[in-house]
């Protein structure tokens, strides 16, 4: 059974000076027609699409391949939903960005910790966040949970091809 799935990929291209709109017909050639393509800085470009497909991985690496074929050279920056501020966890649940201000600060709640906590708040990854949301009975789309947990593990397994393996295998044990 085929679902539909909503996501975004931002990719740097290795040209910062590139006019990003010149690959707007080889990205639809190579299957990304079911994207909306976003141009506006230079160098970079997004693609907010809303994919069919069997399962969130299947939708998400069929978009990264369909990318690839059309623009081999650009590096893959971010899929998302993953990194999220109260702001913007209170638009996915719906409601106010202090009621979920409220939610975070209360003691009693166990709110998942941030992954980054500075004086102007904090940054959470969205998976354990709406999974945390469902625990205390709240409705979570599972597409949305499904795609979630994917964009996550694409960042972790993306940013993590970037750490020296020599450094990462002290803290590997200890963490």
């Known amino acids: 059974m085929m679902k539909e799935y909503e996501f975004i990929l931002k990719y740097a291209l290795t040209d910062q000076n590139a006019d990003s709109s010149q690959y707007l017909d080889a990205l639809f050639e190579a299957g990304c027609d079911d994207a909306m393509i976003g141009t506006g800085k230079t160098g970079f470009i997004a693609l907010e699409f809303v994919r069919e497909a069997a399962s969130a991985d299947e939708a998400v690496l069929s978009a990264i391949a369909d990318v690839k074929k059309a623009i081999p050279d650009a590096e893959l920056i971010e899929v998302s939903p993953d990194l999220v501020t109260p702001t913007e966890i209170a638009s996915v649940l719906g409601c106010s960005r202090q009621n979920i201000q409220k939610i975070i600060a209360n003691p009693k709640k166990r709110f998942p910790n941030p992954i980054h906590q500075s004086s102007a708040g904090g940054i959470w990854h969205l998976e354990p966040v709406?999974?945390?949301?469902?625990?205390?009975?709240?409705?979570?789309?599972?597409?949305l949970l499904e795609i979630a947990e994917i964009s996550m593990t694409a960042n972790l397994i993306h940013q993590s091809q970037k750490v020296n393996p020599r450094i990462q295998s002290k803290f590997r044990d200890i963490i």
């Open 130 to 143: 709406l999974r945390w949301f469902m625990e205390d009975g709240v409705s979570i789309n599972q597409n």
